[in-house]
Structures are given as structure tokens and as C-alpha cells.
């Protein structure tokens, strides 16, 4: 059913995702899937990496660590943005389209009363593809 799962990634979270990833790794490992990471890092420094070559280079090194993990064929798409908050969503339809993703599974948090006004990256970025979108909530 699923033959590419994007998986958008940041890097200052890892923590977060951990949940989500494995979740990741067993939807691949049942669809014999492959998997695209995808980050959107600042074009100026920032706490992960000064350049968007040097986030690429540690983003590739933790879709290889995954890889160990899990088994299945690997790749990373990087995006570079003067406003990565404000690009994001944009950037991450525009790597589906780009990858040919047939399923995105993105961690998310728990709704609260500010999505009224400012809505979820996952809720976006659903309304504008046509892949299915896979939110994965933290546990209580």
C-alpha cells in the first residue's frame, strides 16, 4: 500500500520523536517501504549546525543510524529557508511532491487552544497533498 514514507525531522528534537520513529520503522518493515527523512534548517547558523551542507551532513548520519535500526532503504532531502518557521509546511508539501511520498507520518503534540488561531504543521501540510498523513501523538 505504501512504498515511501517521508518522515519530516528536527534535529533540536530528537527526544521527541523517538516514539514516532518507531512507529516509523514498523510501518516500513510491514509495506517493504522505503524511508525519505526530511529537515528544514536555517540558511544562517543555528544550535544544530552552522551551514545547511553541515545540517544535511548530520541529518544523512541519523537516516543511516535509523537504518541500522530498522532495515529498510534510507534517503534525506534537506531544505534551506531564511524562515524556516514561517516555510515549513510549505517546503514540506513541496518535498512530497519532490520524493513521490505516498504517506508522510509526522510526530505532533497534543491539540491545545492556540491551534485555533495558529493550526498544527500536520494539519497543513494534509490539506495540500494528496498523500495520506499519518499524526503521531505523544502518550499522555
Known amino acids: 500500500m505504501f512504498n515511501n514514507i ?15 520513529l518507531s512507529v516509523v520503522a514498523d510501518m516500513a518493515k510491514q509495506y517493504d517501504a522505503h524511508i525519505t527523512y526530511v529537515g528544514v534548517t536555517a540558511n544562517t ?3 544544530i549546525a552552522r551551514t545547511p551542507q553541515e545540517y544535511e551532513q548530520k541529518l544523512d548520519a541519523f537516516a543511516q543510524e535509523r537504518h541500522k535500526v530498522h532495515g529498510q532503504p534510507v534517503s534525506i532531502k534537506v531544505y534551506s529557508s531564511t524562515d524556516p518557521v514561517a516555510n515549513v509546511d510549505d517546503l514540506l508539501v513541496k518535498a512530497i511532491d519532490e520524493t ?4 508522510v507520518m509526522m510526530a505532533t503534540h497534543l491539540p491545545r487552544h492556540l491551534d485555533i488561531v495558529m493550526p498544527s504543521h500536520g494539519g497543513k501540510v494534509a490539506t495540500h497533498t494528496d498523500a495520506s ?5 505523544p502518550s499522555k
Open 6 to 20: 517521508m518522515v519530516p525531522v528536527d534535529l533540536a528534537h530528537l527526544e521527541t520523536l523517538e516514539p514516532a
Open 45 to 47: 547558523p543555528t544550535s
Open 100 to 103: 513521490g511520498a505516498d504517506l
Open 133 to 137: 498523513v499519518f499524526l503521531l501523538r
